[in-house]
């Protein structure tokens, strides 16, 4: 996360080569970039972002769901897709899944659901030229 904060162009390792042959590997790897490039948005520190009010009216043990601050906010908080955040309790109730495991559930779901956009009029006949002339280029060199 420290990397992300000088804005670079590029980030190796995450979604890198080594990880585009491990589909559960890019999963988790976006959950990451994801945390990420929300964390660079910063956060506001202000009274109504702290709402010590509503946290010393709801008190300890208290339910924040029912308050209308609850509702204003509750959509500012990043929910990763893979990454385990549950309490111990509630990971337990869900089954124990492991980070991979439920990794691997998102691939397989992404798979097969996904529908890719179709491919331009044109490009694959480009891409062909470009690669030929890429050839040719390279046997010059050999």
Request: charged share 30%; hydrophobic share 40%; aromatic share 6%.
């Amino acid at each position: 996360i420290a990397c992300i904060l000088t804005a670079p162009d590029i980030i190796l390792g995450v979604g890198g080569l080594k990880d585009g042959t491990c589909p559960e590997a890019m999963v988790f790897g976006n959950d990451i970039m994801d945390y990420a490039l929300r964390f660079t948005q910063g956060f506001e520190v202000n009274d109504d972002a702290l709402a010590t009010d509503i946290i010393d009216k709801v008190g300890p043990g208290g339910n924040f769901l029912g308050e209308k601050h609850t509702l204003e906010h509750f959509r500012e908080r990043w929910i990763p897709r893979v990454s385990v955040i549950d309490t111990f309790e509630t990971w337990q109730k869900k089954g124990s899944k492991s980070i991979a495991e439920v990794a691997k559930e998102k691939t397989g779901e992404i798979l097969a659901t996904h529908k890719p956009e179709p491919i331009p009029e044109g490009a694959e006949e480009e891409i062909s030229q470009i690669l030929k002339r890429a050839e040719v280029e390279l046997l010059k060199i050999s």
